[in-house]
């Protein structure tokens, strides 16, 4: 029996600014940012880069108490006010969801601006992580005037909530 793969969304960088991009969705291309590093082959922690490459979208996170819940097929977990990411590289739950408060660094999901209010998680450096190869790979919602990200893809709201929409399990992003 064969399984039938979700068609992938392709992240493309913009001509002449390494920090935007563009996003193939079904209804047509949409705006993005990307790291303040550009696409990177070589990612790595702290480098503002996104990575380059073909990753699985583990799951979807949302913020319960301030967004509606997304219409999705993927994996779909509300974030809990403690929820947090690890992205220190000397942690054992590097590049893994944590609670909070936590004695290594951890970078909390529930943000005081909207950014993680909606979160596709990318499967990034989670299977056989690699210290200080990144953590925390996200497409997420953009900062006003799509400012550069730390390191994901970021789309406004609106382009966000079609992204999920497309998402099935198998669904993948391609950052090219």
């Known amino acids: 029996m064969t399984v039938k793969r979700s068609r992938p969304i392709v992240v493309r960088r913009a001509p002449g600014n390494p920090s935007q991009a563009r996003v193939q969705l079904a209804h047509g291309v949409v705006r993005a940012a990307l790291g ?20 699985p979208v583990r799951a979807v996170l949302y913020r319960h108490d301030r967004t509606m819940r997304p219409r999705t097929a993927a994996p779909l977990r509300a974030i809990a006010p403690n929820d947090g990411w690890c992205d220190d590289p000397n942690d054992a739950n590097y590049n893994r969801l944590v609670r909070l408060p936590r004695g290594r660094s951890a970078e909390g999901l529930a943000r005081a601006d909207e950014l993680y209010d909606l979160v596709a998680v990318l499967g990034y450096n ?37 992204l999920v929409a497309e998402l099935r399990r198998g669904t993948d992003i391609i950052i090219a």
């Open 126 to 162: 989670d299977r056989r992580r690699a210290r200080g190869r990144g953590s925390a790979i996200f497409v997420h919602l953009a900062r006003a005037g799509f400012r550069p990200t730390e390191g994901c893809v970021g789309l406004n709201r609106r382009d966000m909530l079609r």
């Open 36 to 55: 303040r590093g550009g696409v990177r082959a070589l990612k790595r922690e702290g480098d503002g880069g996104t990575p380059r490459g073909r990753f």
